[in-house]
């Protein structure tokens, strides 16, 4: 016998009692009373940001209020005219670099832990972590309680690929020091129309 065996064996004869595997049900996961207050709290708990756009506010108001110094703006989203360019007319995604702020479309959002499904709806997938600055525009009755809820719901879309992000991009090292910004953006908001 190996030393492996030789150890689970005798664990296993020396286990006076013995019990039943628990009925945990996780299908359905946590549920929330209000998963839409829930995901602006934990939005801005892993460093992010989300708010709710009244209907009174113009998003293109709200984005220059709060990117007075963005000069390079992607978006190909019809609504937004502030956007410098479309990154669907840019080729070469290298080119990409230097993007101050990107405004994507997502597609759910989940209160658990404040992340947002965002399928590739842009040529280059790349605009999503390359930006300095990320705005995701979610439909508020697109936020579910758990990430159970948003599985059923992904889909890839033409391009076979997705993401989910939960705020900035962060990191610590070995020494506990957190970065901010080091793999994608320096700050997420989400604008929950």
Known sequence: ????????????????????????????????????EKFIE????VGGDALVLKPEEDINEFIKTHYPEAKT??????????ATFNPDEVEDPHSLNGTDLAIVQGEIGVAENGCVWIPQNVKHKGIYFIAEYLVIVLDKTKVVNNMHEAYR?????????????????????????????????????VILK
Do not use: C, W
Not at 15 to 25: F, G, H, V
Not at 173 to 178: H, K, N, P, R, V
């Open 153 to 189: 719901q992904i889909n890839f879309g033409e391009k076979g690929f997705g993401v989910f992000i939960s705020g900035p991009s962060k990191t610590a090292d070995i020494e506990q020091a957190l970065v901010v910004g080091a793999h994608g953006a320096k700050g997420v908001t």
């Open 73 to 82: 703006i992607a978006s190909n989203l019809r609504e937004i005219e502030v």
């Open 42 to 45: 934990v939005s801005k708990a």
């Open 1 to 36: 016998m190996s030393n492996k065996k030789d150890i689970l064996y005798s664990l296993q004869r020396n286990i006076s009692e013995r019990y039943d595997m628990p009925d945990i049900d996780l299908l359905e996961g946590i549920v929330y009373p209000d998963p839409l």
